[in-house]
């Protein structure tokens, strides 16, 4: 099983980005799959989820920007659509699945991570 993290980039505040995870494997076993990020000296921290039946479940708390989680089943592909996007959201993004419900806030619940994708935000 293997997940790539794609889309992260530089740009300004205001501005969004679509980042992607690609799924490759046997992905049909996945209970789900989260973005999460960490900036530099930070822990890492829960964005959003989508299960495999389709449902979300998002960070309402620290992640104050309309960030929206879809999935493309065909495409074995997971987005996080984000908006309005603050130098505050500046940090390294993942993308994680986990095989086994339970606390999707949780990043110890996902055994597979991508590689992440750097997200700048600036001024």
């Known amino acids: 099983v293997q997940l790539q993290a794609s889309g992260g980039g530089l740009v300004q505040a205001g501005g969004s980005l679509r980042l992607s995870c690609a799924a490759s494997?046997?992905?049909?076993?996945?209970?789900?799959i989260g973005w999460f990020r960490q900036a530099p000296g930070k822990e890492r921290e829960f964005i959003a989820a989508i299960k495999r039946s389709g449902s979300t479940t998002a960070n309402g708390d620290s992640v104050k920007g309309p960030f929206t989680i879809s999935k493309d089943n065909a495409k074995n592909t997971v987005y996080l659509q984000m908006n309005s996007l603050e130098p505050e959201d500046s940090a390294v993004y993942y993308c994680a699945a986990r095989r086994y419900s339970g606390s999707l806030n949780i990043p110890e619940g996902y055994g597979y991570w991508g590689q992440g994708t750097l997200v700048t935000v600036s001024s």
């Open positions: 494997g046997d992905t049909f076993s996945f209970f789900a």
